[in-house]
C-alpha cells in the first residue's frame, strides 16, 4: 500500500531552515495527487517532486503554508515543469501568495486519494498560515507552527504571538497522530508537542513580565533579552529579540505593557 505522504527534502538548508524544506507529495488516484510548498526552483530537487507525482498519478494542485520564501521559490519552476493551465495554485490568500490561482478558506476541503485534505488557517508565524490536515490518517502537515529542529520563530512585523498562541490551542483539539513539520523530522508526540510549545512561549512571557518589573521603565529590547535568555548563547540573541518583541505586542495588546516612545518598554500601571 501506498504512503499517505512522501518527504522530498528541498536542497536549501539554513540556520532558518534546518536541513532544508520538507515538500510533501500526497493522495493521487482519479483526483490527482497534491504537492505542498515547492520550496526553491532545483532541477534534481523538481525532478523528485515529480517522480514522486507520477507515481501517485500526476500533479493537479501545489498548496502553500505561508507565504515565506523558502514555502513557495518552486512554484513557477514546478509549475512550468506541469503545464501552466493543469496545475492549480491554493493558499491562504493572494495578499500572502501573490500569483495564486484560488485563495483557500478555513475548513475547505480537498480529495486526497482515499484520504480527505482540510486546510486549518493557523496565523501567528504570518498571518496567511494554513495546516493542513489528513482526517482519516490524522496526519498534520504543520508548515511553520511546529519545527522538527529547534522552536520555530515568531518575529514581528509577521509574527504575532497572540495569534499565534490561539493557533495553537487550536490545533489541541485535532485528534494528531503524526505532525509532519515543515522543517526537520515528523514528530510522532504530537499533543505532548504542542502542550510544551504553548508552555514554553508562556514561560518566556512570565519572564518578559519579570523583566518589566525587575528593570527601570523604558527598558529596551536587548536589556529585556539579556535579562530573559540568561540560558541562551549570546550569538542566538538577535533572533530572541524577535521574540521578546513578539511577546511585547501581545503584552500591550492585552493591555499589561505600553511603549514609552524611544523603543523603551514598561508594565502599564494600575490605575488608581
Ligand atoms: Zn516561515
Redesign the pocket.
Known amino acids: 500500500m501506498q504512503k499517505p505522504y512522501t518527504i522530498i527534502l528541498a536542497p536549501n538548508p539554513s540556520i532558518m531552515t534546518g536541513p532544508g524544506t520538507n515538500t510533501i507529495v500526497l493522495g493521487g488516484g482519479v483526483e490527482g495527487a497534491t504537492v505542498i510548498d515547492p520550496a526553491l526552483d532545483d532541477v534534481a530537487y523538481l525532478d523528485a517532486i515529480l517522480r514522486e507525482g507520477a507515481e501517485r498519478g500526476d500533479i493537479r494542485r501545489i498548496f502553500i503554508?505561508?507565504g515565506?520564501p523558502?514555502?513557495i521559490g518552486g512554484i513557477a519552476a514546478l509549475r512550468q515543469r506541469l503545464g501552466t493551465h493543469l496545475v492549480h495554485v491554493f493558499a491562504f490568500s493572494r495578499q500572502g501568495v501573490p500569483g495564486i490561482d484560488e485563495e483557500m478558506a478555513d475548513g475547505m476541503l480537498c480529495p486526497a486519494g482515499d484520504d480527505t485534505l482540510r486546510a486549518i488557517h493557523t496565523p501567528g508565524?504570518?498571518f496567511d498560515?494554513l495546516c493542513f490536515y489528513l482526517e482519516k490518517a490524522h496526519i498534520l502537515f504543520a508548515?511553520?507552527m511546529i519545527s522538527g529542529i529547534t522552536t520555530?520563530?515568531i518575529a514581528p512585523p509577521?509574527g504575532d504571538m497572540l495569534d499565534y498562541l490561539n493557533s495553537l490551542k487550536r490545533l489541541q483539539d485535532l485528534d494528531i497522530a503524526e505532525i509532519v513539520p515543515?522543517h526537520g523530522p515528523p514528530i510522532r508526540d504530537p499533543q505532548a508537542k504542542i502542550a510544551e510549545y504553548i508552555a514554553h512561549r508562556q514561560l518566556r512571557e512570565q519572564q518578559v513580565m519579570e523583566a518589566l518589573e525587575e528593570l527601570p521603565r523604558g527598558v529596551k529590547i536587548p536589556a529585556i533579552v539579556k535579562f530573559v535568555y540568561i540560558d541562551v548563547d549570546p550569538k542566538l540573541h538577535a533572533i530572541a529579540a524577535w521574540s521578546v518583541e513578539a511577546h511585547l505586542i501581545k503584552l500591550e495588546r492585552e493591555g499589561l505593557a505600553e511603549r514609552l516612545g524611544d523603543d523603551g518598554w514598561a508594565l502599564v500601571e494600575p490605575t488608581a
Request: glycine fraction near 14%.
Open positions: 503554508t505561508h515565506h523558502d514555502h508565524h504570518r498560515h508548515g511553520d520555530n520563530v509577521d515543515g
